[in-house]
């Protein structure tokens, strides 16, 4: 194929073909070294990149990183359920699809926004409330209180309370000694990824 160099405007290694009925519309690539793209309406005539030599230790550990979640994404698809809320997300976000979102899910942790412990006086029932979110969903917090010498007092999960990343923690052991005391909150997403948060109680 024969590309005259006035039916094109250079840019570096890019040029646009103009006027060429051969060429537009064309897309992919050329042999082993062009590559044609369609760029508002315009066709992009590029050479191609090689890459050469290995890769990196991080390269190949963000590859199997997407591995993973792409197998984490694929083994959603045999639980009908869980794949349903990830096609109902992933609409309400303008994501192409839920398996997009899962892949996605499995990069992203939780956060933690806060920890409200104002209503915490170490007396059993006093709820402490966590503010977490996720790109899909939290699946689960847990909450650990330990004395200022580093003893767990109690342990347990938090709840939802509604669907705007509120959960809450209902304290089990009267806890009268508190200040000084470290609670630390655990969330994690349906892929297991975990984040971590703590306060001193003062």
């Known amino acids: 194929m024969l590309i005259k160099n006035d039916n094109t405007k250079n840019s570096g290694n890019m040029a646009i073909v103009k006027r060429n009925i051969i ?3 064309l897309s992919g690539k050329l042999g082993n070294n062009l590559v044609f793209r369609q760029r508002k309406g315009k066709t992009i005539l590029s050479v191609a990149v090689h890459y050469s030599g290995k890769r990196s230790f991080a390269q190949e550990q963000q590859k199997n990183r997407f591995k993973k979640a792409s197998l984490y994404a694929n083994t959603q698809k ?3 359920e869980l794949m349903e809320e990830y096609n109902k ?3 309400e976000k303008g994501i192409y ?3 997009n979102l899962a892949v996605s899910d499995y990069f992203h942790p939780p956060t933690i926004e806060k ?3 104002r209503n915490y006086h170490g007396e059993i029932g006093d709820v402490i409330e966590i503010i977490a979110f996720d790109d899909f ?3 689960r917090i847990e909450l650990e209180i330990y004395s200022s010498d580093g003893n767990l007092i109690e342990k347990g999960l938090a709840y939802e309370s509604n669907q705007n990343g509120k959960w809450h923690y209902a304290a089990s ?3 009268s000694e508190y200040k000084g005391d470290k609670i630390v909150v655990k969330a994690f997403d349906y892929p297991g990824n975990e984040t971590d948060k703590e306060v001193v109680l003062d």
């Open 173 to 175: 052991v009267a806890n």
């Open 89 to 91: 997300v992933a609409k």
């Open 78 to 80: 045999h639980d009908p």
């Open 137 to 139: 969903k939290v699946k």
């Open 23 to 25: 060429t537009t519309g």
């Open 115 to 117: 920890i409200n412990i």
């Open 97 to 99: 699809s839920g398996y």
